[in-house]
């Protein structure tokens, strides 16, 4: 049973530029939450999607947006990349109706210069 | 406003040995649950435990269990019988589940278990 994917695993963008991530939930998860990690934090909050619509949002500036598809898989799409977004992106997949069980991806390290 | 403190910012424990990490929150939502993931430098956050703000008895899984003090608002990790794959950064999360499905996360403890 795969767990939660995503890709790419590094990338290396240039500021101003845009980017986008994939993830694939867990088999038979339906709702996909999307996580910041800057080097030395904890993760932070973007936002979630459920039944293809953005459910809850962090506070993020709309550069962040986001799109889940009907097979529950997921994108998180950043514009007019800063310095500042350089960070490791997790995503993680769960059922909305059990509030405890959350499954995180690998990240995708973002590098931004 | 949710908010989860992890007053150890690194912690050396030797091997065979057990090991508390401490982790305190703040919420006014009397339903809440409680996580402890532990993330190894490949970066996947990997879970270890869950506590619900009713439950009566403290958690455990294997080797881990949580310390849960509700009055102090405390919910320590405690890792029995070190093991050198222990080291890894962990992390203390909530749910506040007025604040909707998102994870709040406190800064993480970085655990060294040493041979």
């Known amino acids: 049973d795969a767990g939660v994917t995503q890709s790419p695993t590094h990338l290396i963008k240039t500021r101003g530029q845009q980017v986008t991530l994939r993830c694939s939930p867990k088999s038979g998860h339906d709702t996909v939450s999307w996580y910041q990690q800057a080097l030395g934090q904890g993760p932070q909050f973007i936002f979630q999607y459920y039944e293809e619509e953005e459910r809850q949002r962090g506070n993020f500036p709309d550069r962040f947006s986001g799109h889940q598809f009907p097979n529950y898989s997921s994108e998180l799409n950043v514009n007019a990349l800063l310095l500042g977004d350089s960070a490791l992106y997790l995503c993680a997949s769960s059922l909305v109706v059990n509030l405890s069980g959350y499954t995180f991806g690998s990240g995708t390290r973002l590098t931004v210069v | 406003a949710q908010k989860i403190t992890q007053t150890q910012p690194g912690m050396f424990v030797q091997e065979k040995e057990a090991v508390t990490l401490d982790c305190t929150y703040d919420?006014?939502?009397?339903?809440?649950?409680l996580f402890w993931y532990k993330q190894p430098s490949s970066g996947e956050m990997i879970f270890l435990i869950y506590q619900g703000s009713y439950d009566q008895q403290n958690a455990t899984e294997g080797r881990y269990s949580l310390n849960f003090q509700k009055a102090r608002k405390s919910a320590n990790l405690v890792i029995s019988a070190s093991q050198l794959g222990d080291s890894a950064m962990y992390f203390c999360?909530?749910?506040?589940?007025?604040?909707?499905?998102?994870?709040?996360f406190g800064g993480g403890t970085r655990l060294m278990v040493k041979p």
């Open positions: 999360a909530m749910r506040d589940y007025n604040a909707g499905n998102m994870l709040t």
């Open positions: 919420t006014s939502d009397p339903s809440y649950g």
